[in-house]
Structure formats: C-alpha cells, structure tokens
C-alpha cells in the first residue's frame, strides 16, 4: 500500500514536493496537505486531490496520514516535528531543522527519548549524484588526506523578507551540512568577513561574503555566499586532498556548439539546478519510510548544522572566530 502523507506548507518547495509525491515518486500518495494560507492549500488540494487540513496538528494526528513533509517556514519547523514525533510519525522536515539551536536541541532530546528515529531533515544535496560522486571519492581515499575544501553558494535571488543572518542559517547551511557529510568531521570554529558590496546588493544585507570554517580533524572549509548574483544560481564544491582533488561537476542536459562558441544553460535558481535531488531525495525518504527505516540528514544533523549556522550568524558582526559547541550526541545517532 502506499505511504498516505500530509504536507504542511503549500508554498514554492511545499507544491513541488507535494505534486512530486502525488504524480512521481513511487509508493507515495498525498492525502493531506495544510498551508496557513488557506486558499493557496485549497488550489493544491484540489489539483493533487488531497484533502485539505484546518491546522497543521490536524493533519499530523490524522490517522489517514501515515508520514509528514514539513516544507513551512523554518521559524515552525519544531513545533511541527516535535508534534510528529509525539504522534510517533516519520517526517521529512526541510531544512533548517529550526530556527534556534534550543529548539534544535528540544527536538534530538524528544527523538532520543523516544528511542528511535523519525526525522530526516531535507538536505537534499546529500542525494545529489555530483555530491555521492565527491563523497565516494573520498571515501575511497582517492585524493588522500582531505585538507581544504572550497564552495561557492551563489543565489539570483532570495525571498523578501530574507535577513542577512539567512545568509548564514537558510543559505550557507546546505554547505555547513555537506561538509560535515563529506568530511565526517563535525565543525569546531567559523569566521565570516564581509566583501566590497556590489551594485546589486540588497539593503540590510553583508554582500559578499566568505566563511572560514575548521574541523574537527583541521580541515579547512571555505564558502563564498552571494544572495544576489544576477548571471545566476551557481553553486560549486572542490575538495583538496593531499594526493589530488575531488570536483563537482556542473550537471549539464546540453551544451551547443556554434561558429566558434561553445556554451550550456546556467540554472536559474535552487529547483533548476536541484530539481531531480529532489526527486531522488524524496523517492529513498519513501522507500526508506515505508521499509521503517530512516535515511539522509538526521535530527542530530539538523541540530549540528543550525549550531554551526548561528555561530556563522554570530560571526557576522565578531572581528574574531566564533566557536562550536555542541551537545553530547545520544547515542541512537550512532
Ligand atoms: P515559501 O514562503 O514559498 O512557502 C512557505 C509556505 O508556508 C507559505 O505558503 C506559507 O503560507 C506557509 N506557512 C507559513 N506558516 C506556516 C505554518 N505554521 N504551517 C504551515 N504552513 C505555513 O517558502 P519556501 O521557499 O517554500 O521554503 C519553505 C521551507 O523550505 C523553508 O524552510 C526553506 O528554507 C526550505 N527550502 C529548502 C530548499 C532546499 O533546497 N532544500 C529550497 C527552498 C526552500
Ligand atoms: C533556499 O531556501 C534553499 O534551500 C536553496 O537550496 C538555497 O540555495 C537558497 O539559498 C535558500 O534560500
């Protein structure tokens, strides 16, 4: 039978996952879906034909919904999860985890008392095939002894309303979370300095950007964010071993060859440049779901990663390094 899920949050992620289950992902249905925006909910319940919720503890205690897709803004995501787990439902919570490291916490501290896990948290990026290509690579001790790793995270745009600490917590997390993957090395330490801004740069917003991130083992991890780069949505990944270097290659559907030019399509933002991860994410979290297990990012990781973020965050107005520190990991997080 198929999983029954219930998606909360109808808004640009929330609809692709949700017609992405309804229509694509193999044993996946959506029977429910919630949105505080009651008209935007209702359109996508109607065209999907799920049933639309009136709250969102509604649809997670609906005992026609087996798992939840949390795709609402980052500011709810705890008490969503938390209410998940309390049901004793397996969720799929985009990230981030949550929007403080205390609720962050609350939630591994309730999945640790629970005993077992529930949560995935939608790093996508760690079912991207270019990111499994790298991380096998340096698995497979390929390059040697892993020493720096570059990234780059360059948006066209982000939302109104998005803060220069987003920079940090909503953007340069995906790169916080896939270092810590590819390495398995937890971070310790980050430093961010501030670039010339750019004619493009938003009000309220540091534009550039560079963080310097260290780990564990001392590796040296470092990001260039721009949240807004109109040429388009560039992101990219090198890791240097001390016996050779590891590449993510940009996906490419097609390139054309013209009188002397070659070129390929640059994405235009996240869903362009990530839009089948998501469909692989989202297919292995079913399959996952429905074989009662848990695969990805787990809550231990959403909560390392939102620590490190707001540390980032805090290291945006310090002339200094800000520091790590984590809570002790229970030990169903291995
Ligand atoms: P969005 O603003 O387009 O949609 C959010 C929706 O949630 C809106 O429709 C809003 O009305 C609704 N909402 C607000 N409060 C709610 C609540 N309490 N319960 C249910 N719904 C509520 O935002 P988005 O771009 O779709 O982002 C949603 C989440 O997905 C964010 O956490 C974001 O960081 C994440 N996201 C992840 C990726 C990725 O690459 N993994 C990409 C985009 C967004
Ligand atoms: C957005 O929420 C995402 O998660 C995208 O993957 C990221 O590139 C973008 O910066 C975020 O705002």
Redesign the pocket.
Known sequence: MALRIGV???????TDHATMLATTIGGASVAAV????IA?AGELAHRIGARRHEA?TGLINDADVDAVVI????T??AE?VLACIAAGKPVLC???LASTVDDAARVVAAEAALGRRLVQV???RRFDPGYVAVKDTIAAGRIGTPMIVHCVHRNRSV?AGFTNAMAMT?TMV?EIDIVRWLLDDEIVSVRVVRGRRGPHAVEGHDDPQLVLMTTASGVLAEVEVILLWPPGYDVRCEVVGSDGLATLEHPRVVSTTMTGNRSEVVPDG?KTR?GDTYRIELQAWVAATLAGTVVGASAWDGYAATVVAHAAAAAQGAADEVGVRLIARPPLYG
């Open positions: 909360l949050g109808t808004g640009a992620i929330g919630f949105d505080v925006d935007r969102a795709a609402s803004p980052g709810a995501h969503q985009e990230k981030p939608g790093f996508m939302p909503d995906h996240w990530f």
